[in-house]
């Protein structure tokens, strides 16, 4: 038996969804595994980086601090704030950390145990989120 597949079985992505307290929404940035940019043209508003692996990386993560968090609602003023993480290593990195302190943000690190629990995103989002963005992508 022979089964036609779009080829696209081991592609991956990552994409990284933050929302602000007040139920703001900040631009996704997503991370496909190769090594080049796509030639799609993407919407509006939409952070798109390309690493190896597909997977967010420490440089990944500092880029996400210029390019999304740090032009969030708010960050031209440079009013404090906190940001909420679960406890990936690249998030814990030491400039990633310098770089969050710069931008006045204080950074809170969720154990890997309870962020399923803790995470919003994780609790209300990341499921429908990916499973809508799979079924755009085999379309």
Known sequence: MTIKTTGTEKQRCTVMLAVTADG???????????????????????H????????????????????????KPGALRRQKSMLVLDSFRGHLNEDVKKELQRGRTDMVVISGHVTSILQPLVISINKPFKETLRRYYDE
């Open 48 to 71: 798109v980086r390309v690493q190896e692996k597909g997977w967010m990386d420490q440089d990944l993560v500092k880029d996400w601090v210029d390019k999304v968090w740090d032009r």
């Open 24 to 46: 703001g929404k900040l631009p996704p940035y997503v991370i496909f595994k190769r090594k080049t940019l796509p030639k799609e043209k993407f919407p509006p508003g939409i």
